[in-house]
């Protein structure tokens, strides 16, 4: 089986796609991801959603409320982040902002004067290491080859860092079964009380509500849309009572159910 997934060759994209599939081809961006497969270009993607430092990845939670696409899995691999470098010193450090940010307090630290440049991904960061002597960049201890060597290791903030990624697939391979389930939820309203009833319809059933998290909308400015995640099934009764109501509340918008899966834990 194909996938995509962020490039280049060496992300933690990457890891974790190879998890699901064969072959990988990449992309530069998520949104290309998630169009290469809305589009049936290819039969999986796998998108970074929400880090345990930095929180949920935007372009992702946008992309997935842009185009159709379903759910199948999710995987859940701890980072490790190392600095590299073909020597000690050098005059900036680039990496993806994410992991610029995950490792904020290593850098502020040791690395006070030095410039950071944020870019495409982790592996881009790497691969700019490699061409450039003056650059360092950051990503998983193995990236860097023979060619670059080790200048510190797990340098990001926290041990407890890791990463959520989701499987994505065409909209007709959706699943009702699974532990989990994510829904986009665009009300196209706004008065007091709407959040306590989308809540309500899952608090009364006692389903567990992982993640909730508003995003504009586009439409206009101080509309938003809801991406919530909840642990049960789509087949389950209760599920189904609670989405009768959500799009009861939802009746000038849309609810997109991205489908159930289960969670998968990849270690590297």
């Excluded at 989308?198 to 992982?210: K, P, V, Y």
């Amino acid at each position: 089986m194909k996938a995509v997934t962020l490039g280049p060759a060496g992300t933690y994209s990457h890891r974790a796609a190879n998890a699901v599939a064969d072959e990988v081809s990449f992309r530069e961006s998520v949104t290309a991801i998630v169009d290469a497969v809305a589009d049936g270009e290819f039969a999986r993607g796998v998108v970074p959603i929400e880090n345990s430092i930095e929180g949920s990845v935007t372009e992702s939670l946008d992309s997935l409320a842009d185009r159709e696409v379903a759910v199948l899995e999710e995987i859940v691999t701890p980072i490790r982040h190392a600095l590299l470098a073909q020597s000690d010193s050098f005059d900036v450090i680039a990496s993806h902002s994410q992991a610029l940010a995950q490792c904020r307090t290593y850098l502020e630290e040791h690395y006070p004067d030095v410039r950071l440049e944020a870019v495409a991904s982790t592996a881009k960061g790497v691969e700019h290491a490699r061409e450039d002597s003056n650059v360092a960049g950051i990503g998983h201890p193995l990236d860097g080859g023979d060619a670059l060597v080790v200048v510190g290791e797990d340098i990001q903030d926290r041990d407890s860092n890791a990463t959520r990624f989701l499987v994505v697939a065409p909209p007709g391979e959706r699943s009702d079964a699974g532990g989990k389930t994510s829904l986009v939820v665009y009300p196209n309203a706004n008065y007091p009380g709407l959040l306590l009833e989308l809540l309500e319809a899952f608090a009364e059933r006692d389903i567990n509500l992982s993640r909730i998290e508003s995003r504009p909308s586009g439409e206009r400015l101080g509309d938003y849309l809801f991406h919530i995640d909840f642990e049960a099934g789509l087949y389950e009764e209760r599920t189904k009572a609670a989405l009768e109501d959500i799009e009861g509340i939802a009746a000038n918008g849309w609810v997109r159910r991205l489908g159930s899966y289960d969670t998968r834990h990849v270690l590297y």
